[in-house]
Protein backbone atom coordinates (compact mmCIF):
# COMPACT_ATOMS: atom_id res chain seq x y z
CA UNK A 1 0.00 0.00 0.00
CA UNK A 2 2.60 2.56 0.99
CA UNK A 3 4.37 1.81 -2.74
CA UNK A 4 1.16 3.10 -4.12
CA UNK A 5 1.74 6.81 -6.26
CA UNK A 6 -0.68 8.17 -4.31
CA UNK A 7 0.57 7.16 -0.95
CA UNK A 8 3.78 9.56 -0.73
CA UNK A 9 2.32 11.69 2.66
CA UNK A 10 1.24 8.43 4.44
CA UNK A 11 4.70 7.03 3.57
CA UNK A 12 6.29 10.12 4.51
CA UNK A 13 4.87 10.91 7.96
CA UNK A 14 4.92 7.03 9.00
CA UNK A 15 8.80 6.65 8.46
CA UNK A 16 9.11 10.64 9.97
CA UNK A 17 7.36 9.33 13.12
CA UNK A 18 9.52 5.75 13.50
CA UNK A 19 12.35 7.22 12.43
CA UNK A 20 12.67 10.50 14.54
CA UNK A 21 13.16 12.30 11.17
CA UNK A 22 11.23 15.19 9.14
CA UNK A 23 10.62 13.45 6.05
CA UNK A 24 9.11 15.24 3.26
CA UNK A 25 9.40 13.13 0.43
CA UNK A 26 10.46 9.50 -0.57
CA UNK A 27 10.84 7.77 -3.56
CA UNK A 28 10.03 4.02 -3.94
CA UNK A 29 12.57 1.97 -5.55
CA UNK A 30 13.62 -1.83 -5.78
CA UNK A 31 10.39 -3.18 -3.55
CA UNK A 32 8.43 -6.16 -3.88
CA UNK A 33 4.79 -5.91 -4.23
CA UNK A 34 2.83 -4.13 -1.08
CA UNK A 35 1.33 -6.33 1.43
CA UNK A 36 -2.36 -5.31 3.12
CA UNK A 37 -2.50 -4.83 7.15
CA UNK A 38 -6.26 -6.64 7.17
CA UNK A 39 -6.88 -9.64 9.31
CA UNK A 40 -6.51 -12.03 6.53
CA UNK A 41 -3.26 -11.11 5.85
CA UNK A 42 -1.68 -11.73 9.14
CA UNK A 43 1.19 -14.14 7.95
CA UNK A 44 2.74 -11.76 5.61
CA UNK A 45 4.86 -8.88 5.63
CA UNK A 46 4.62 -5.57 4.08
CA UNK A 47 8.10 -4.63 2.59
CA UNK A 48 9.14 -0.33 1.20
CA UNK A 49 12.26 0.02 0.08
CA UNK A 50 12.72 4.00 -0.72
CA UNK A 51 14.85 6.84 -0.37
CA UNK A 52 14.92 10.74 0.47
CA UNK A 53 15.17 13.36 -1.67
CA UNK A 54 18.93 13.91 0.23
CA UNK A 55 19.97 10.13 -0.09
CA UNK A 56 18.76 8.35 3.04
CA UNK A 57 17.78 4.94 2.33
CA UNK A 58 14.86 3.27 3.88
CA UNK A 59 13.31 -0.04 4.42
CA UNK A 60 9.79 -0.73 6.61
CA UNK A 61 8.25 -3.96 6.64
CA UNK A 62 5.17 -5.64 8.90
CA UNK A 63 6.80 -9.12 10.47
CA UNK A 64 3.17 -10.16 11.34
CA UNK A 65 4.38 -13.50 12.67
CA UNK A 66 8.26 -14.77 14.45
CA UNK A 67 10.14 -16.40 11.87
CA UNK A 68 9.60 -20.10 12.40
CA UNK A 69 13.49 -20.66 13.06
CA UNK A 70 12.94 -18.62 16.29
CA UNK A 71 9.77 -20.46 17.15
CA UNK A 72 12.19 -23.18 18.71
CA UNK A 73 13.58 -20.98 21.31
CA UNK A 74 11.47 -17.77 21.10
CA UNK A 75 14.29 -15.82 21.61
CA UNK A 76 13.82 -14.12 17.72
CA UNK A 77 18.09 -14.21 17.38
CA UNK A 78 17.06 -15.06 13.38
CA UNK A 79 14.70 -11.97 13.24
CA UNK A 80 17.40 -9.64 14.77
CA UNK A 81 20.13 -11.16 12.71
CA UNK A 82 18.42 -11.01 9.81
CA UNK A 83 17.36 -7.20 10.49
CA UNK A 84 21.30 -6.72 10.44
CA UNK A 85 21.96 -9.03 7.39
CA UNK A 86 19.19 -6.61 5.18
CA UNK A 87 20.18 -3.46 6.83
CA UNK A 88 23.95 -3.86 5.81
CA UNK A 89 23.30 -5.18 2.76
CA UNK A 90 21.00 -1.86 2.15
CA UNK A 91 23.89 0.16 3.16
CA UNK A 92 26.61 -0.97 1.12
CA UNK A 93 24.42 -0.99 -2.04
CA UNK A 94 25.31 2.58 -2.39
CA UNK A 95 27.87 3.88 -5.12
CA UNK A 96 30.99 2.97 -4.60
CA UNK A 97 32.81 6.20 -5.83
CA UNK A 98 31.95 7.70 -2.72
CA UNK A 99 33.79 8.26 0.62
CA UNK A 100 33.25 6.56 3.13
CA UNK A 101 32.17 9.68 5.38
CA UNK A 102 29.66 10.37 2.34
CA UNK A 103 27.48 7.39 2.48
CA UNK A 104 23.98 8.30 3.54
CA UNK A 105 21.95 6.65 6.57
CA UNK A 106 19.92 3.78 5.97
CA UNK A 107 17.29 2.59 8.28
CA UNK A 108 15.99 -1.31 8.75
CA UNK A 109 12.43 -0.33 10.59
CA UNK A 110 10.37 -3.67 11.37
CA UNK A 111 6.95 -3.36 12.59
CA UNK A 112 6.14 -6.83 14.71
CA UNK A 113 2.87 -7.79 15.38
CA UNK A 114 4.67 -9.60 18.58
CA UNK A 115 6.80 -9.13 21.40
CA UNK A 116 10.27 -9.22 20.53
CA UNK A 117 12.38 -8.16 23.32
CA UNK A 118 9.35 -8.63 26.05
CA UNK A 119 12.09 -11.36 27.77
CA UNK A 120 13.78 -8.03 28.86
CA UNK A 121 13.06 -6.88 32.17
CA UNK A 122 11.21 -4.28 32.83
CA UNK A 123 11.17 -3.67 29.13
CA UNK A 124 8.45 -2.23 28.28
CA UNK A 125 9.59 0.25 25.29
CA UNK A 126 7.49 -0.51 22.22
CA UNK A 127 10.24 1.14 20.07
CA UNK A 128 14.07 0.50 19.98
CA UNK A 129 16.55 2.06 17.60
CA UNK A 130 19.77 0.46 17.42
CA UNK A 131 22.77 2.18 16.23
CA UNK A 132 26.70 1.16 16.41
CA UNK A 133 28.09 2.43 19.83
CA UNK A 134 28.86 1.27 23.36
CA UNK A 135 27.97 3.11 26.95
CA UNK A 136 29.68 6.11 25.82
CA UNK A 137 30.59 6.10 22.05
CA UNK A 138 29.10 6.64 18.94
CA UNK A 139 30.76 4.67 16.32
CA UNK A 140 28.33 5.39 13.44
CA UNK A 141 24.77 6.44 13.11
CA UNK A 142 25.13 5.33 9.48
CA UNK A 143 22.71 2.45 10.13
CA UNK A 144 19.89 2.44 12.06
CA UNK A 145 17.80 -0.85 12.95
CA UNK A 146 14.25 0.10 14.18
CA UNK A 147 11.92 -2.26 15.91
CA UNK A 148 8.44 -1.33 16.74
CA UNK A 149 6.80 -3.80 18.69
CA UNK A 150 2.92 -3.34 17.96
CA UNK A 151 1.48 -5.19 20.77
CA UNK A 152 3.04 -3.22 23.61
CA UNK A 153 1.15 0.17 22.27
CA UNK A 154 -2.08 -1.13 23.76
CA UNK A 155 -1.10 0.35 27.30
CA UNK A 156 -1.81 3.53 25.41
CA UNK A 157 -5.01 2.82 23.66
CA UNK A 158 -6.96 4.95 26.33
CA UNK A 159 -4.32 8.15 26.41
CA UNK A 160 -5.88 11.57 25.06
CA UNK A 161 -4.74 11.99 21.74
CA UNK A 162 -2.99 14.98 22.44
CA UNK A 163 -0.95 13.70 24.40
CA UNK A 164 0.02 10.98 21.80
CA UNK A 165 3.50 11.44 19.99
CA UNK A 166 3.61 10.59 16.47
CA UNK A 167 5.19 7.37 16.82
CA UNK A 168 2.79 6.44 19.18
CA UNK A 169 -0.06 7.58 16.83
CA UNK A 170 0.92 5.35 14.11
CA UNK A 171 1.72 2.30 16.07
CA UNK A 172 -1.56 2.30 17.77
CA UNK A 173 -3.28 3.11 14.25
CA UNK A 174 -1.32 0.20 12.38
CA UNK A 175 -2.09 -2.35 15.27
CA UNK A 176 -5.72 -1.57 15.66
CA UNK A 177 -6.96 -0.12 11.62
CA UNK A 178 -10.29 -2.33 11.50
CA UNK A 179 -10.41 -3.37 14.70
CA UNK A 180 -14.20 -3.01 15.79
CA UNK A 181 -13.57 -2.76 19.57
CA UNK A 182 -10.67 0.39 18.91
CA UNK A 183 -13.06 1.97 16.02
CA UNK A 184 -13.57 5.03 18.40
CA UNK A 185 -9.94 5.56 18.97
CA UNK A 186 -8.42 4.92 15.67
CA UNK A 187 -11.13 7.26 14.05
CA UNK A 188 -9.79 10.38 16.24
CA UNK A 189 -6.60 10.36 14.45
CA UNK A 190 -8.27 10.50 11.25
CA UNK A 191 -8.30 14.13 11.21
CA UNK A 192 -5.25 15.24 9.87
CA UNK A 193 -4.84 14.29 6.53
CA UNK A 194 -1.92 11.41 6.19
CA UNK A 195 -4.58 9.16 8.49
CA UNK A 196 -7.39 10.19 6.31
CA UNK A 197 -5.24 8.99 3.17
CA UNK A 198 -3.70 5.72 5.26
CA UNK A 199 -7.86 4.85 6.14
CA UNK A 200 -8.72 5.09 1.78
CA UNK A 201 -5.51 2.85 1.22
CA UNK A 202 -5.65 0.19 3.46
CA UNK A 203 -9.81 0.15 3.02
CA UNK A 204 -9.42 -0.17 -0.94
CA UNK A 205 -6.68 -2.65 -0.49
CA UNK A 206 -9.42 -5.13 2.00
CA UNK A 207 -12.12 -4.47 0.06
CA UNK A 208 -10.31 -5.52 -3.45
CA UNK A 209 -10.04 -9.30 -3.49
CA UNK A 210 -7.99 -9.97 -6.19
CA UNK A 211 -5.28 -7.61 -5.40
CA UNK A 212 -5.52 -9.35 -1.74
CA UNK A 213 -5.22 -12.95 -3.26
CA UNK A 214 -2.02 -11.87 -4.91
CA UNK A 215 -0.52 -10.56 -1.69
CA UNK A 216 -1.07 -14.09 -0.47
CA UNK A 217 0.97 -16.03 -2.73
CA UNK A 218 4.01 -14.17 -0.92
CA UNK A 219 3.73 -15.91 2.19
CA UNK A 220 7.67 -16.08 2.69
CA UNK A 221 10.75 -14.90 1.26
CA UNK A 222 13.41 -17.33 -0.11
CA UNK A 223 16.04 -16.23 2.29
CA UNK A 224 13.65 -16.97 5.35
CA UNK A 225 12.43 -20.57 4.47
CA UNK A 226 16.60 -21.44 3.80
CA UNK A 227 16.87 -20.32 7.11
CA UNK A 228 13.86 -21.74 8.63
CA UNK A 229 14.78 -25.32 6.67
CA UNK A 230 18.22 -24.99 8.31
CA UNK A 231 17.04 -24.30 12.13
CA UNK A 232 14.54 -27.34 11.59
CA UNK A 233 17.48 -29.38 10.39
CA UNK A 234 20.42 -28.44 13.17
CA UNK A 235 17.06 -29.02 15.88
CA UNK A 236 17.11 -32.32 14.19
CA UNK A 237 20.99 -33.40 14.36
CA UNK A 238 20.19 -31.92 18.12
CA UNK A 239 17.50 -34.33 18.84
CA UNK A 240 19.12 -37.18 17.35
CA UNK A 241 22.49 -36.77 19.47
CA UNK A 242 20.51 -36.27 22.36
CA UNK A 243 18.91 -39.48 21.73
CA UNK A 244 22.12 -41.44 21.61
CA UNK A 245 23.50 -40.02 24.68
CA UNK A 246 20.36 -41.75 25.97
CA UNK A 247 21.02 -45.05 24.53
CA UNK A 248 24.34 -45.04 25.39
CA UNK A 249 23.91 -44.17 29.23
CA UNK A 250 21.27 -47.13 29.31
CA UNK A 251 24.16 -49.36 27.79
CA UNK A 252 26.45 -48.14 30.83
CA UNK A 253 24.46 -48.62 33.49
CA UNK A 254 23.44 -52.30 32.31
CA UNK A 255 26.87 -52.77 32.33
CA UNK A 256 27.18 -51.95 35.93
CA UNK A 257 28.76 -48.38 35.50
CA UNK A 258 27.57 -46.19 38.69
CA UNK A 259 25.88 -42.79 38.14
CA UNK A 260 28.68 -40.33 38.22
CA UNK A 261 30.79 -42.55 35.69
CA UNK A 262 27.98 -42.16 33.25
CA UNK A 263 26.94 -38.86 34.07
CA UNK A 264 30.62 -37.40 33.20
CA UNK A 265 30.80 -39.70 30.08
CA UNK A 266 28.07 -38.42 28.43
CA UNK A 267 27.25 -35.23 30.46
CA UNK A 268 23.56 -36.00 30.76
CA UNK A 269 22.28 -34.45 33.71
CA UNK A 270 22.12 -37.25 37.30
CA UNK A 271 18.42 -36.28 36.98
CA UNK A 272 17.76 -37.84 33.76
CA UNK A 273 20.48 -40.63 34.79
CA UNK A 274 18.76 -41.73 37.46
CA UNK A 275 14.70 -41.70 34.87
CA UNK A 276 16.74 -44.23 32.63
CA UNK A 277 17.65 -46.72 36.04
CA UNK A 278 14.12 -47.25 36.54
CA UNK A 279 13.12 -47.20 32.85
Known amino acids: ALTKPNAGIVRNAILSAFTGLEIVDSVVAGNEPPIA ?24 E ?13 QHENLCIRSVHYASKLFVSQESTLKYSDLKQTFQIILCDFSVFGGIKEDEKFI ?13 DKIIIVFVELPKIKKLINTPTSELSAEEKWALYIEFFGNKDFYGKVSEFENKEEFKMAKEILSNISQNEE ?69
Open 62 to 74: MQAQSMEADNLTN
Open 128 to 140: HRFTFSDDNLQLT
Open 211 to 279: ERFRYLSRLKFQTDLTHNQAAARDEGIKQGKTEGLLEAAKNALKKGLTFDIVADITGLPMEEIEKLSLA
Open 37 to 60: LSSLEKAIRLDVNCTTADGKQLNI
